[in-house]
């Protein structure tokens, strides 16, 4: 008798060929189904509720990815490509799911009819260099040297991106915002330097830009109200120290046996804690940011010697002021000097809406800005946040890539124009593929259409029509019911959020195609007992 060969531990659970390929094909086509009405400026909004009963509404592909917590192995990777599309171009989450899910949707056919992958790989990935070559081939350059036409350029890429956003009412103007404040930034355009302030009422429009760091004024004790709210050009003290009584109390444990030791307790807490106060005196400093509290004493004073302070100031603000002030965040008092002190040319508090801001303006070590965005519910702001983000993203992309190709579905039609053509000139099973490919390129003006409840199949037809007579830029017109010359009506996208969208989606479809088992361990994460963590489902 042969012996028996065990070659994993029992309970492993596995499958392998063509049915777990088209397994894997079909799981990511339900993830595609969940998100693709989301798509374009007649796409619909998806409101998703967490498991702590706190609720989210967006449409941005990768939000509501990354809220979906997708389980399957394999449809997973459409949630990584559609948060790399988010990190690296910031907009075209939703199209880069989409087309990876129309690619997979047209191999299917062909691996059912015994097709190897290899073979659709490969031909895909000369598609994809093709596509490629055709969008720099088409796109149009920016002239970066006249920077009115510049503005009005980068002005139409955010407004093509607030488009299908729930803000695109007031899409003009808060295009006009976000170009002027990536334009406010260094060339670098680091994008941690522009914040963003949500405070709930007030009207959309009333939300604006403000030039330098902006946060809400933290939390503040008695005496608050005598420090002055106006400098110029002071020295500004970055601390991590507590300047508060109570934590050296709460801290030890001291046992004492009569009056005079509590006393004497008592006064060193006191004398530690104004010779804390005198340093920072003395180092000149007159607005003090601490990430610490700040207590009722110090407040005090701080008050009497005409300065300025501000307790448990959040970790990203305090990044933000070291970065356009300068200086350093000090855990001791001693050793404060110049060189360890921010500067700005202004420092205020101001009032907007029901909230009080601290500003500091004209910062000498980095250009920052940062924008006060005010409207209705909680949830609304958080997607006006990410939907101004999505718009920041593409500016930045613009100005660094300079290059805009026309949306709508334009540029997929385009290509896949293209691809179709040169697929004809090959004699191979290759053309079937690159055809495949071109097809699902397809998928992009269908679903805007399908989105705003047009009738596709009249429309595609007019548009492959247009494009076969040489009308590039030809694409949906969302308003009529038509198709409309999308460079001229202005829906312009930034050429790489497009090339980088068709790279992703091949190459997350290439992945899939290429995995013909799945091996499940007994013991994986997914399926296994809890994790051990903190408690109260917090991880380690
Ligand atoms: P994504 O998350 O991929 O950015 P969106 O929901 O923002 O998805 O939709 C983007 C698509 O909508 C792009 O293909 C873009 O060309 C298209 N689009 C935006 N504005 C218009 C418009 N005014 N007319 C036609 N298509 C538009
Ligand atoms: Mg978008």
């Given amino acids: 008798m042969q012996p028996q060969i065990i070659l994993m ?50 449409n941005d592909g990768a939000t509501i990815m990354k809220q979906l917590d997708i389980v399957h192995p394999a449809a997973k990777i459409l949630v990584d490509i559609a948060k790399s599309q988010d990190a690296e171009v910031g907009d075209g989450t939703t199209t880069v799911v989409l087309l990876a899910g129309q690619f997979l949707e047209q191999c299917k056919t062909l691996i059912e009819e015994g097709v190897h992958p290899h073979a659709i790989i490969r031909a895909f990935r000369r598609a994809t260099n093709l596509a490629i070559e055709k969008i720099n081939e088409i796109a149009v350059k920016i002239n970066k040297k006249d920077p009115v036409e510049l503005r009005s350029i980068l002005a139409k890429c955010a407004g093509t991106s607030l488009n299908s956003k729930l803000i695109h009412q007031q899409k003009d103007f808060f295009a006009q915002m976000v170009v002027d404040a990536v334009m406010s930034l260094d060339s670098l355009l680091p994008l941690d330097m522009i914040g963003i302030k949500k405070v709930p009422g007030g009207a959309l429009e009333e939300s604006r830009l403000v030039d330098g760091v902006a946060f809400k004024k933290t939390f503040s004790y008695a005496g608050f109200e005598m420090q002055p709210k106006h400098y110029e050009n002071p020295k500004i003290a970055l601390l991590n120290i507590e300047l508060e009584l109570k934590a050296e109390r709460d801290n030890a444990e001291i046992r004492v046996n009569n009056v005079e030791e509590y006393q004497k307790i008592v006064d060193t807490e006191w004398n530690i804690l104004y010779q804390k106060l005198d340093l920072i005196h003395k180092s000149g400093a007159k607005v003090v940011l601490s990430k610490l509290p700040i207590g009722d004493v110090a407040t005090q004073y701080f008050a009497d010697r005409d300065m300025f302070c501000a307790g448990r100031v959040v970790d990203e603000d305090m990044k933000r002021t070291i970065k356009a002030c300068g200086g350093a965040i000090m855990s001791t008092a001693h050793d404060l000097d110049d060189s360890v002190l921010g500067t700005c040319q202004l420092f205020e508090e101001k009032q907007i809406g029901a909230e009080r801001f601290n500003f500091f303006n004209g910062c000498p070590q980095a250009k920052t800005c940062t924008i006060v965005l005010r409207g209705g519910a909680e949830q609304f702001l958080e997607e006006t946040e990410r939907s101004l983000h999505d718009a920041i993203m593409i500016v930045r992309r613009a100005l660094k890539h300079d290059a805009v190709v026309a949306g709508g579905g334009a540029v997929e039609l385009e290509v896949s124009k293209h691809l179709r053509e040169y697929s004809r000139s090959i004699a191979s099973k290759e053309q079937l593929f690159l055809a495949a490919y071109a097809k699902a390129l397809e998928v992009i003006p269908r679903q805007l259409c399908d989105n705003a409840g047009f009738d596709s199949t009249t429309i595609l037809n007019k548009l492959r029509a247009r494009h076969a007579e040489g009308g590039k830029w030809y694409g949906v017109d969302v308003m009529n019911e038509d198709i409309a010359d999308n460079f001229i009506a202005c829906v312009w996208e930034p050429a790489l959020v497009k090339i980088n969208a068709l790279t992703a989606a091949s190459e997350a479809a290439c992945l899939i195609l290429s995995v013909d088992e799945t091996i499940k361990s007994p013991r994986s994460s997914t399926d296994g007992p809890p994790m051990p963590g903190r408690g109260r489902g917090r991880p380690m």
Wanted: positive net charge; charged residues 20%; proline residues 4%.
């Fill in 9 to 58: 531990k029992e309970g492993t659970d596995s499958s392998q060929g063509k049915p777990q390929l088209i397994s894997n094909i079909n799981a990511c086509a339900a993830v595609v189904d969940a998100i693709r009405t989301t798509l374009g400026p007649r796409g619909m909004d998806k409101l998703i509720v967490d498991t702590k009963g706190q609720a989210t509404i967006s």
